[in-house]
């Protein structure tokens, strides 16, 4: 979902359906969303709002906290798709509504904090996702090659965020 919010919001009031209707790889437009949102947070946050808001009104996934808690055809929920053009209380609110998915792993065995290191998600973010211990041992002891690969480049910040929750040394 790249689009203004204005047009995705008279999009979805005009087609409500949509929101619950699945693409070729099983993503909800939230999964869509996290994924390719727009880089203004004003923007990615309205259009997060009215998404969520939405979602549970539409009833088709009962207790599943409004998307959040469906998986797409990788077994992804919306949480490992986050990108860095999330804002903070959009992956707040994401963990808010489906706290276990920061320890559900996708069919390739990866946690939203490994896909969140690996896509560059802001630190502050990734403190979110480090909030239990076990999503960021898992992350990091699936795949110790990728995760240091993945912290090639990465600031002190980063370094001694990863350090406090694990004993990784910085």
Known sequence: IGAPSTVVTAFLNAYPEALVEKDSYGNLPLHDMLQQGP???LEYEAIFDYLVGNYTQTGEYPGHACGAAVKNDEGKLPLHLIKPSCPLDCCQRLVKLHFAATTTHSLAKYLP???????HVPTSCLEV????????????????EHLVFS???WDEERLALLHQHVGVPA
């Open 151 to 153: 912290l090639r480049g």
């Open 39 to 41: 880089s203004d947070p």
């Open 129 to 144: 996702l480090a909030q239990p211990r076990e999503a960021v041992v898992n992350a990091c002891s699936y795949s110790a």
């Open 113 to 119: 904090l490994y896909d969140a290191i690996t896509s």
